[in-house]
């Protein structure tokens, strides 16, 4: 390549990688609580929906504040809004770490929550001004990569931490390194820039906004995020306990089932990336990975013999279902007018939290009524349900065509 090229490869490159740095960090500090919950229960005597709820109050943090850190993102660019999130993630962390009991663990998950809702918007803005659209498939397969890298090392740390020095250090020292982070990642300005003129910004009214989050690709983008969500939620919290409960798979199978979708999924993101740089059709290419993972969980549900390949069928699911991923984000990114992406990321990206809060609620239900194999029949569901809006998207009018410019 020439010289021209190289700097081009190297720029995005590091943005690329900056950023998947961030995505990570978001991902790691939303599990720092949770592998922490047996230590908690047994020192404060509370009950496990006590600490669960804690989850909820976080969620809902995150999405209340992932729709306005657009608006945040898109009027003061990413790098603040970002760095401010981290800050506040990892400064809660090590605030909590003195709390005298669990209650006062409700507001640390609130500002945790609040912290967490800058990232999509922050990322997906940062990636869109500064690599070249032929990149930004394989930016998007990374940003994936990163935030389940994060997923799998936070339980790790925080419970290897916690059981050999105790919840108090655990948190102690993670909000430290995040705080470090933070500090590390303040000195790359340049990568984490989102706006490269801010004479061609728009004006961002709240009228103006509103207008745009009733486009009807806009609204179809949100709808997906959150039915998406129902399903993979689903599968990460309750596909273990559904396959020991309706077909007496060993809890160390159902467990590695799932440690295998989670590494079919990683594996899946890194595959879509590529669909999504080559493919012109992006939804054609969401419908088919969700449809494929769909139809696996049909098959589990409707045959009982299958869930002796439960680990088998769990990765392919996660094949199926991560390599949407990139497509997916290409598709929100083709549906976004120049200058809204912050905003559009933050709201299409709160369907997500709004998924992950109502799936555990509805699943739970069919669980209590003792209906296991129909948690594969509702995940299956929520699958088609995703697949019938991201078909949708480009048939209405204002979503751009793909090649398109960067939104921001």
Not at 2 to 24: E, L, N, P, W
Not at 156 to 167: I, N, V
Request: one cysteine or more; glycine letters at 12%; a positive charge.
């Amino acid at each position: 390549m020439d010289s021209t090229a190289a700097i081009s490869f190297r720029s995005d490159a590091k943005v690329i990688g900056v950023v998947g740095v961030v995505h990570g960090l978001s991902h790691f500090f939303q599990l720092v609580l949770p592998p922490l919950f047996p230590l908690l229960r047994a020192e404060f005597d509370v009950s496990y929906a006590t600490l669960g709820a804690l989850v909820g109050v976080f969620y809902v943090a995150s999405g209340v504040c992932q729709f306005s850190a657009g608006f945040a993102v898109d009027r003061f660019g990413a790098r603040p809004v970002l760095l401010g999130g981290l800050a506040l993630m990892a400064g809660s962390v090590m605030v909590g770490s003195a709390v005298p009991g669990v209650y006062w663990l409700f507001p640390i998950a609130l500002l945790m929550g609040i912290g967490n809702g800058v990232f999509h918007p922050a990322d997906f803005a940062v990636l869109n001004a500064n690599v070249n659209p032929k990149r930004l498939g394989y930016a998007y397969s990374i940003h994936g990569v990163g935030g389940n890298l994060g997923y799998a090392l936070a339980p790790l740390a925080s419970f290897g931490l916690g059981s050999a020095f105790g919840w108090r250090t655990a948190l102690l020292v993670l909000g430290a390194v995040g705080l470090i982070a933070v500090g590390v990642l303040a000195m790359q300005r340049r990568a984490l820039r989102s706006r490269a003129h801010d004479a061609t910004q728009s004006k961002h009214t709240l009228a103006g906004s509103l207008e745009l989050f009733r486009q009807k690709p806009i609204l179809l983008c949100f709808a997906y995020f959150c039915v998406a969500t129902v399903a993979g939620i689903g599968i990460q919290t309750f596909v273990g306990t559904s396959l020991h409960a309706a077909y007496d798979v060993s809890l160390i199978v159902a467990t590695s089932a799932l440690t295998a979708y989670f590494l079919g999924a990683t594996v899946g993101v890194l595959i879509g990336g590529y669909f999504a740089t080559i493919a012109k059709r992006h939804d054609r290419v969401a419908a088919i990975g969700l449809t494929t993972a769909a139809a696996f969980m049909l098959l589990l549900a409707a045959l009982p013999v299958l869930a002796q390949w439960s680990v088998t069928l769990l990765a392919a699911i996660g094949v199926a279902v991560g390599s949407t991923g990139p497509s997916r984000d290409m598709i929100v990114r083709n549906a976004t007018p120049p200058g809204a992406s912050g905003r559009v990321y933050g709201f299409v990206y709160s369907g997500l939290d709004l998924g992950a809060t109502l799936s555990p609620v509805l699943i739970g239900v069919l669980l209590d009524h003792g209906s296991p194999r129909m948690v594969f029949v509702f995940i299956a569901v929520a699958l088609l349900m995703a697949v019938a809006t991201v078909v949708q998207v480009r048939r209405w009018p204002g979503a751009r065509p793909a090649g398109a410019g960067a939104a921001d």
